[in-house]
Nanobody
């Protein structure tokens, strides 16, 4: 059974930083593209950042470019999202997901194993 578990969310002031982590089990981690997604109340789930199984390709939403960094540690089956210069608009539930496909502009529907999410709240 595949499990995806996010951690690291919390309450932070605008301008602050958080590091999200995502651990997986039940799948061969380095066979999968991984991604971070977020969903704010009343809005659709959106792609934040993704990384190919090889780690040599990444994608960032325009809204987070230059502020967020996605990385993966295949030895630990763990995905990270370093979030700096956080803004109030970054407030959302953040989800981690794994998927077998990669494209230059990843879509939510490419990912089929999802975690329960971790809440990030940025106070202004």
């Amino acid at each position: 059974q595949v499990q995806v578990v996010e951690s690291g969310g919390g309450l932070v002031q605008a301008g602050g930083s958080l590091r999200l982590s995502c651990t997986t089990s039940g799948l061969v981690f380095d066979d999968y593209a991984m991604g971070w997604f977020r969903q704010a109340p009343g809005k659709e789930r959106e792609v934040v950042a993704c990384i190919k199984w090889s780690g040599d390709s990444t994608y960032y939403a325009d809204s987070v470019k230059g502020r967020f960094t996605i990385s993966r540690d295949d030895a630990k089956d763990t995905l990270y999202l370093q979030m700096n210069s956080l803004k109030h608009d970054d407030t959302a539930m953040y989800y981690c997901a794994a998927g077998p496909f990669w494209s230059p502009k990843p879509r939510v529907t490419q990912f089929n194993y999802w975690g329960q999410g971790t809440q990030v709240t940025v106070s202004s």
